[in-house]
């Protein structure tokens, strides 16, 4: 096992996933989400966990779009989480982090005069099909 003092979130993230969580209880929809949201955060990998503040997680998540910004900060949780359990870290940086706002944009998948060449066209193999 790792010197706790010199553990760095790669070797946290192993700790926990590999020893601590029975993987199989995860769906595999969740496991693919931890897994892409980790390689995210490979600026982090090799970071120690105890010496990365608010900051140095806010770079990273200032570069990341909203959606996966959740994800990474899910599983930063539960990183920390397992930390704090073994002593190795003793606050939660991840709890104060800025997460940016998603606005989904609101836009049309096809103007006007397109949608009335369509029209025109719909004998056309599956152009029915994208006018429903």
Known sequence: MVSESRSTFN????MLFEKVICFDNLSSSTK??????????????????????????QSVFDTL?????RHCKALLGN?????????????N???????????PKNRDVFTDEEIDILFKNDTVPYVDTILI
């Open 79 to 91: 990183i920390y989480k397992y930390a704090m359990k073994n002593d190795i870290v003793y606050k």
């Open 65 to 69: 779009a909203p959606p996966c910004q």
């Open 32 to 57: 693919n989400d931890y897994r892409v949201a980790w390689m995210h955060l490979s600026p982090l990998h090799n970071v120690k966990i105890a010496e990365a503040k608010t900051h140095t997680l």
């Open 11 to 14: 070797d946290v993230d192993l």
């Open 93 to 103: 940086y991840c709890k104060y982090l800025d997460l940016k706002k998603f606005i």
